[in-house]
């Protein structure tokens, strides 16, 4: 996408989008690492890959927080890790809506979990009084790649005063550059979990956002949260090489999938030169099948991904995929608020129904007067 580069790919790094081993999932008779089978061609040549665990790990005995409406907290056995290693992962962002939904208890036991296998997590647990969290990586040769996970996307954003999930500011990635920079990084990139269920289209505060971290120096950001893939665009800050935002990965694996195009993916595959110049950027599409696990599509399939990939990127470059995406979200969003209405009301009486109107943020707000108002 967008680069010419003279010298050759001397490494190739892999950056997914959410790793949800939870669900429906039919695990087959080999286990985790056989079900990397389908997706193993597309890390053959890939150095190190990069994704985001969109769940907690070994929680079964822990008590589980409210859930947000009808929505569901997740958990799976840390023997899903496996399938990372499989695929070549050497760090996970933990910076997403379901960090929390074990509590702090659970967080600490994902993060113990993912370093016991060798993995690296990232974005949760920190206040803000904490330097942001970040991973430098020695590849080959000069090679030296940072590594940054935030969100968007989620209840439990860190304060001052509270640990939580890492939040996906300006000023956080401001700092977090600089550390990365101060250790040596020569290029860096960025997982944000931000989106909205039920559309393709990128939120458009959300976009101007990843936009605004990739000009604090991240050569790419990508984007999961609504288990879709959506476009991307170029972003070119003043003095900055240009930046490469992708809006929505879709999943490499899940086991909630309500949607037909919730089982299409994409993997980002970096590759850099011996300097760590950044030298192609490629696509690689994803089809979750009946078991949930990713499998690398039929050419046809493929291609279908990619057009629409292609399409909802020329949506971005128009100006019409905002109106699209308002478009989307308004389609029942009243029936669903009523519904997490009801389903708080259930589970806590009026506490819920309070507590349900405290986690109302100001961009749910925004969307709902969109879907009223033209």
């Not at 050569?219 to 476009?231: E, K, L, W, Y």
Request: overall charge positive; charged content about 20%; some cysteine.
């Amino acid at each position: 996408m967008g680069i010419r580069h003279a010298e050759p790919v001397a490494a190739r790094i892999a950056i997914a989008g959410d790793f949800l081993p939870a669900g429906n999932l039919a695990l087959p008779p080999g286990g985790w690492r056989a079900a990397t089978r389908g997706l193993a061609p597309y890390f053959d040549d890939v150095a190190t890959s990069f994704l985001n665990l969109e769940c907690a790990l070994d929680a079964d005995n822990l008590p589980a927080r409210p859930p947000a409406g009808l929505g569901q907290t997740v958990s799976a056995p840390s023997a899903s890790l496996e399938y990372l290693q499989a695929i070549r992962c050497s760090f996970v962002g933990c910076a997403n809506n379901h960090t929390f939904d074990f509590r702090a208890a659970g967080v600490e036991r994902t993060r113990a979990a993912v370093a016991r296998h060798g993995i690296v997590p990232l974005g949760a647990g920190r206040t803000l009084c904490d330097v942001p969290e970040v991973f430098l990586w020695h590849g080959p040769g000069d090679i030296r790649v940072g590594f940054w996970a935030a969100a968007i996307a989620s209840r439990e954003l860190a304060t001052r005063t509270s640990a939580g999930v890492e939040p996906a500011t300006v000023a956080r990635a401001t700092e977090a550059i600089k550390i990365l920079n101060s250790r040596g990084a020569r290029v860096s990139f960025a997982l944000v979990h931000a989106g909205c269920l039920r559309t393709n289209r990128p939120d458009p505060a959300e976009a101007d956002r990843i936009d605004a971290i990739a000009n604090c120096g991240f050569r790419v950001v990508a984007a999961s949260h609504s288990h879709r893939i959506s476009g991307a665009r170029v972003s070119a800050a003043t003095n900055l090489p240009a930046s490469f935002c992708f809006f929505g990965l879709g999943s490499v694996v899940s086991g909630y999938c309500e949607n037909p195009l919730e089982r299409e993916g994409l993997i980002v595959v970096a590759g850099l030169t011996a300097r760590s110049d950044l030298a192609r950027v490629e696509l690689r599409p994803v089809l979750l099948g009946e078991s949930g696990f990713g499998q690398v599509p039929a050419p046809q399939t493929s291609e279908a991904i990619l057009e629409r990939f292609r399409s909802l990127s020329n949506e971005i470059a128009d100006g019409s995929s905002a109106r699209l995406f308002y478009s989307d979200v308004s389609q029942g969003i009243i029936r669903l608020y009523l519904r997490d209405v009801r389903a708080a009301l259930r589970q806590a009486g009026l506490r819920g129904v309070a507590r349900k109107a405290r986690r109302v943020r100001m961009r749910h707000m925004k969307r709902l007067v969109r879907a009223v108002l033209p």
